[in-house]
């Protein structure tokens, strides 16, 4: 039986985390950083209308397929794969889920729901917004270090694959 595919479904997970992982690299970078320089209030109101938005995009459907599709593929190595690309199949899961769809899950959505219940002009939204712009920075660079990752195991994997004559 020929894994050819599982070479093209490497690289497809690792094109669709690198882009994952763009996003959030590209949303910490600058985007965050210049709703921080607006007024407190009008980076709160921006960020609400950003989150409404973001919820109904390919985006998060792509965080939440390549974390389901990430642990179907992994198992599935299991019982086919060896050696190298055993491994590096199995480690992207295991770096992408919780440095991703846990952070996301755990993180990000709890602090985007509390910002959302803020009047984006009282005091309360004010204050919250310094917090929630540090915290919500570090937790997207994790966010974006572990998509950037997962990508690079999924490159990492389909070479191994292809090295160790599995495809």
Not at 11 to 29: K, Y
Not at 67 to 72: E, G, Y
Not at 79 to 88: D, I, Q, R, S
Request: charged fraction near 10%; glycine fraction near 8%; proline fraction near 3%.
């Amino acid at each position: 039986m020929t894994y050819e595919w599982a070479l093209y479904f490497c690289l497809f997970l690792a094109l669709w985390s690198a882009l994952i992982g763009g996003v959030f690299s590209a949303f910490s970078e600058f985007i965050m950083a210049g709703l921080l320089k607006a007024s407190p209030a009008g980076g709160v109101e921006s960020m609400q209308h950003v989150n409404r938005t973001v919820i109904r995009t390919q985006f998060v459907a792509g965080i939440l397929s390549i974390t389901f599709f990430s642990v179907l593929f992994a198992a599935y190595s299991l019982m086919v794969f060896e050696g190298p690309a055993l491994v590096t199949l199995i480690l992207a899961p295991i770096v992408y889920v919780p440095n991703v769809f846990l952070m996301t899950v755990f993180g990000k959505v709890p602090m985007n729901r509390r910002l959302e219940r803020l009047d984006h002009t009282s005091r309360e939204a004010a204050v919250y917004w310094r917090h929630y712009g540090r915290t919500w920075t570090r937790l997207n660079h994790v966010r974006a270090v572990g998509s950037i990752l997962t990508a690079g195991l999924y490159l990492v994997a389909a070479i191994t694959l292809i090295t160790s004559g599995q495809v």
